[in-house]
């Protein structure tokens, strides 16, 4: 009997120590960024991250796992627990990435369960400074009067920047070359030198380059004027009517999340969002703050998944 005891006391100690395990690792969240840190998703990550904290109760980190364009940072999350304790900090080049990559581990709509809408950035579409056109009408214009003359930069081949400007041309009726960069960095560079002409790059990190003097700001690629560019009209009302390109930037879990947990993630994102000092810091980032239900979330997810492959179909873009 002594040592049925025993055996009994050891494995209640075991069992507790078991649950007390599993009670510590619940406040301990992840927020998984899949790009190198320093880039968009990462800053608004850590905008976001202290303040999830705060609300959960818990302590969250910003993990990075770059590399097969956001793929192994999606990758790592959609095969974590779906407990809501790891997450994606997301946007459009999660679908890109997965809709260019026929060999792609992921489904970006089936393998995830989305958490939270954080906000929607625009592009920008730049010029060399000496290309003598002063908004998106004046460079079609040029572009179509001057066959030859004009290219344009991309962060690389399948890269948000690319069908972004493949876009534009296909739309504008131009024949445009394409020269494609390791990094946005890279195309800036080439841009401002005037080796190319042509860049449309996201708002949000703009600020740093975008009173460039080697550079001219067209127009927003957006539905509207962004609030942080006020005075830079968009491309729709000056010379494309129609034309947008835009980004998504959100948190997503593993597919399978209990709904309690997602609807509790969704409702504590939106009171961050909703928070002035949070709101203002992804306003300057370039980033309409804005929340959303996890089912509306969805299907902006869809929506974008659907237009994006007809971009692609549309403009030939294949990985290489």
Request: glycine share 10%; charged share 15%; with cysteine.
């Amino acid at each position: 009997m002594g040592r049925a005891l025993v055996r009994l006391v050891a494995v209640c100690v075991a069992v507790c120590a078991t649950l007390q395990i599993a009670a510590a690792q619940t406040n301990l969240y992840k927020i998984v960024v899949p790009f190198a840190p320093g880039g968009g998703q990462d800053v608004l990550a850590r905008v976001i991250a202290p303040e999830l904290g705060n609300l959960l109760g818990a302590t969250v980190i910003i993990e990075n796992r770059a590399g097969a364009g956001s793929a192994v940072g999606a990758t790592y999350v959609a095969r974590s627990t779906p407990d809501g304790t790891t997450l994606l900090m997301a946007a459009s080049s999660h679908v890109i990435s997965a809709l260019l990559n026929k060999k792609s581990p992921i489904d970006p709509i089936k393998d995830f369960t989305p958490v939270a809408h954080v906000g929607t950035g625009g592009y920008i579409l730049i010029v060399n400074a000496r290309v003598p056109a002063k908004n998106a009408g004046e460079l079609i214009a040029y572009g179509k009067n001057n066959p030859g003359k004009l290219n344009y930069a991309s962060a690389g081949v399948g890269s948000a920047t690319h069908l972004a400007s493949a876009y534009f041309a296909s739309r504008a009726g131009l024949n445009l070359v394409h020269v494609p960069y390791k990094s946005t960095a890279e195309a800036l560079n080439s841009t401002m030198r005037g080796d190319t002409q042509i860049l449309i790059v996201p708002t949000l990190g703009s600020q740093g380059f975008i009173s460039n003097p080697d550079l001219r700001v067209l127009g927003v690629v957006s539905k509207h004027r962004v609030s942080s560019l006020p005075d830079i009209p968009t491309v729709d009302e000056s010379g494309l009517p129609g034309f947008e390109f835009s980004s998504w930037f959100g948190l997503l879990g593993p597919a399978n999340m209990p709904p309690d947990i997602t609807e509790k993630l969704n409702g504590i994102m939106a009171k961050i969002i909703a928070m002035p000092e949070v709101a203002k810091m992804i306003d300057l980032q370039g980033v309409e703050p804005r929340s959303m239900s996890s089912k509306a979330f969805a299907d902006l997810l869809q929506g974008n998944y659907d237009t994006t492959r007809k971009i692609l179909e549309s403009t030939g873009i294949a990985a290489e």
